[in-house]
């Protein structure tokens, strides 16, 4: 799969030290596991000029107090605390000036932030998708993104799972439904 590098960026969602580290709250081995792949997929796409954005999911101790249904901390407990170490990119993963990060505070990387006008300024159709975890942040970006009528590329071997099953999961309903799948090695820079 071929991307033109002025129309396309490398979304990296969530490798935060909250995820991907062992003295993370919410450590999943499976998101360490990704980070090399991801370091290697970013430097390719560097290289060929194609735009890096993170996304870094932060949350605040307020943020869910006077919610009527939705609260992530009943669901997963307190966890990438604005300001705090947890929500930090992993270190490995070397944010660069010219990289655009983008704080949510939801699964989804479009649900209120900048993202979409961000994208839509710069002419990028193309997303292709890495990070973590699979069937949160990583499917519900990607199926948000397919909505928006951008073209996601998850790549699966970049996608960090909590379960083998999760990451098959994510990957045959994305596939299915909103966007493709392909492995890192098919994915090129022209």
Not at 5 to 28: E, K, R, W
């Amino acid at each position: 799969m071929r991307f033109e590098p002025d129309m396309t960026a490398v979304l990296v969602i969530d490798m935060q030290n909250g995820f991907c580290h062992p003295d993370g709250s919410l450590y999943a081995p499976g998101s360490e596991e990704v980070i090399e792949p991801i370091a290697n997929l970013v430097a390719r796409a560097r290289e060929a000029g194609v735009q890096i954005i993170y996304t870094r999911d932060v949350h605040t101790l307020e943020q869910f107090e006077d919610v009527h249904y939705y609260d992530e901390f009943e669901q997963w407990g307190e966890h990438v605390l604005e300001g705090t170490w947890e929500a930090e990119i992993v270190e490995e993963l070397h944010v660069e000036d010219e990289d655009h990060v983008v704080e949510k505070h939801t699964y989804d990387a479009f649900y209120n932030t900048e993202l979409e006008g961000w994208l839509d300024a710069r002419g990028i159709k193309n997303l292709v998708i890495c990070g973590t975890l699979a069937n949160v942040c990583v499917l519900h970006t990607g199926g948000s993104a397919g909505l928006r009528d951008f073209h996601p590329v998850l790549v699966e071997d970049c996608i960090g799972a909590i379960e083998d099953e999760h990451h098959e999961y994510a990957l045959d309903h994305a596939a299915w439904l909103f966007g493709e799948v392909d492995p890192s090695e098919n994915i090129q820079f022209a």
